[in-house]
């Protein structure tokens, strides 16, 4: 017979350390029962041995070991991500903005009038400055397709109080008037002779036969929205688990820095003892509407009748109607009535209501149930095709929760 190969010995540093915490209990007066953190102590020791020599015998050291506990908690999701609707490629959140920009950039080369009003329209913030800015645009280029054989209309004065506050602190404008036609001049100032002058942007004069061009771009300027990247739901199918209720969710998922994430932790130590005192309606409120604009996002999960999974990525503020819509369209059959339960059983039945009102942020197990009209008849075409109601392309997919 072959011999069994021997166990590896636990390396000398740990021995040291467990024969060291061993020497100072045994310091300790004798003649009494070893106290419950004494005997807390001897169990972590041998633990310690016995993980050591595990190790060991695996080839691992101790801060690999430590390091395969950190990568088994992996988040749920990654991060939460975008479809860039120019390219259709998916970046991540804090990529979102750069990805844009460089996309609206590449654009220009093909239509720079467009791309001009997307960086109006995307890149300044202020809804109200925008709407000062392309209305203000808007009358110039009127002003040019109505009364052409104006010259005066023509010009447009760069150092004018009007165009410094409304248009030219602003993104993408200077661009936008280049791309319809107009150039950079320095017109005399009359009386202060040719030395001095005045910067204009001035129209050209080949753009008088293109007028109905001016005034498609003025419509354009008016009618267009900010370029929106399109949030990823990340549409996960995953086979039964015990898990489902557990979440680990990435700091993309809060509207809050690390440094007050850790405020926060702090905060909810105090919110215990805050909970036995008395407190106003008013009170309650207030604090319930801080929580809830902590989030920005919420990783939501249906678990459905046969114990399958359905994960995807939503706004906080998204309403209860999208969370039906994305389970309908995972559905072989949409028409099929269901009705989602909440933590604790509710029902969600006013679709209307936002995930932070109803509390399911920044996440939330919830579970299916179907008509029980038609529950029978679902069962028994399940049983009888042994088969998900899932759409089968997500099923080839199913991925097991961690």
């Given at each position: 017979?072959?011999?069994?190969?021997p166990?590896?010995?636990?390396?000398?540093?740990?021995?040291?350390?467990?024969?060291?915490?061993?020497?100072?209990?045994?310091?300790?007066?004798?003649?009494?029962?070893?106290s419950?953190?004494?005997?807390?102590?001897k169990?972590?020791?041998?633990?310690?041995?016995?993980a050591?020599?595990?190790?060991?015998?695996?080839?691992l050291?101790?801060?690999e070991?430590?390091?395969?506990?950190e990568?088994?908690?992996?988040?749920?999701?990654s991060?939460?991500y975008?479809?860039?609707?120019l390219?259709?490629?998916i970046?991540?959140?804090?990529q979102?903005?750069?990805?844009?920009?460089e996309?609206?950039?590449?654009?220009?080369?093909?239509?720079?009038?467009?791309?001009?009003i997307?960086e109006?329209?995307t890149?300044?913030k202020?809804?109200e400055?925008?709407?000062?800015?392309?209305?203000t645009?808007?009358?110039?280029?009127?002003?040019?397709?109505?009364?052409?054989?104006?010259?005066?209309?023509?010009?447009?004065?760069?150092?004018?109080?009007?165009?410094?506050?409304?248009?030219?602190?602003?993104?993408?404008?200077?661009?936008?008037?280049?791309?319809?036609?107009?150039?950079?001049?320095?017109?005399?100032?009359?009386?202060?002779?040719k030395?001095?002058?005045?910067?204009?942007y001035?129209?050209?004069?080949?753009?008088?036969?293109?007028?109905?061009?001016?005034?498609?771009?003025?419509?354009?300027l008016?009618s267009?929205?900010?370029?929106?990247?399109?949030?990823?739901?990340?549409?996960?199918v995953?086979?039964?688990?015990?898990?489902?209720?557990?979440?680990?969710?990435?700091?993309?998922?809060f509207?809050?820095?690390?440094?007050?994430?850790?405020?926060?932790q702090?905060?909810r130590?105090?919110?215990?003892?805050?909970?036995?005192?008395?407190?106003?309606?008013?009170?309650?409120?207030?604090?319930?509407?801080?929580?809830?604009?902590?989030?920005?996002?919420?990783?939501?999960?249906?678990?459905?009748?046969d114990?399958?999974?359905?994960?995807?990525?939503?706004?906080?503020?998204?309403s209860?109607?999208?969370?039906?819509?994305?389970?309908?369209?995972?559905?072989?059959?949409?028409w099929?009535?269901?009705?989602?339960?909440?933590?604790g059983?509710?029902?969600?039945?006013?679709?209307?209501?936002?995930?932070?009102?109803?509390g399911?942020?920044?996440?939330?197990?919830?579970?299916?149930a179907?008509?029980?009209?038609?529950?029978?008849?679902?069962?028994?075409?399940?049983?009888?095709?042994?088969?998900?109601?899932?759409r089968?392309?997500?099923?080839?997919?199913?991925?097991?929760?961690s």
């Amino acid at each position: 017979e072959v011999a069994p190969k021997p166990r590896q010995a636990p390396t000398d540093e740990a021995q040291m350390a467990a024969a060291a915490a061993l020497a100072r209990l045994e310091l300790k007066p004798k003649g009494k029962a070893p106290s419950a953190s004494q005997e807390a102590i001897k169990n972590q020791v041998k633990k310690e041995l016995m993980a050591e020599a595990a190790a060991s015998e695996k080839g691992l050291s101790m801060e690999e070991k430590v390091q395969e506990e950190e990568e088994a908690a992996a988040p749920s999701v990654s991060g939460v991500y975008f479809i860039c609707p120019l390219t259709g490629d998916i970046v991540r959140k804090d990529q979102k903005e750069k990805h844009l920009r460089e996309a609206i950039q590449a654009y220009s080369s093909v239509d720079p009038v467009a791309a001009s009003i997307m960086e109006i329209h995307t890149f300044n913030k202020d809804r109200e400055k925008v709407r000062a800015c392309v209305e203000t645009m808007a009358k110039y280029l009127d002003n040019i397709y109505l009364h052409p054989e104006e010259e005066k209309y023509r010009k447009i004065k760069l150092q004018n109080k009007v165009f410094q506050e409304r248009i030219s602190c602003l993104e993408g404008t200077h661009k936008f008037f280049q791309a319809v036609g107009f150039e950079t001049k320095t017109l005399p100032v009359p009386g202060q002779g040719k030395n001095s002058g005045w910067e204009y942007y001035v129209l050209k004069e080949e753009m008088l036969s293109r007028l109905e061009e001016l005034k498609d771009c003025k419509e354009q300027l008016l009618s267009s929205e900010p370029v929106r990247a399109q949030l990823h739901r990340q549409l996960t199918v995953f086979q039964p688990s015990p898990a489902a209720a557990r979440f680990e969710l990435p700091h993309d998922f809060f509207n809050l820095t690390a440094e007050e994430l850790r405020r926060e932790q702090r905060l909810r130590t105090e919110a215990v003892e805050k909970a036995s005192m008395l407190r106003t309606r008013a009170m309650r409120e207030k604090e319930e509407q801080r929580e809830m604009r902590k989030y920005n996002y919420t990783l939501l999960r249906v678990r459905f009748p046969d114990g399958y999974i359905l994960q995807g990525t939503f706004y906080a503020r998204e309403s209860v109607s999208v969370l039906y819509n994305f389970v309908r369209e995972a559905l072989r059959e949409d028409w099929l009535p269901f009705e989602l339960l909440g933590p604790g059983g509710l029902k969600l039945t006013d679709e209307n209501l936002a995930f932070n009102e109803c509390g399911l942020v920044p996440s939330a197990l919830l579970s299916l149930a179907w008509d029980a009209a038609v529950m029978a008849d679902v069962e028994a075409a399940a049983a009888e095709e042994q088969r998900s109601p899932l759409r089968p392309e997500l099923l080839a997919r199913v991925q097991t929760l961690s």
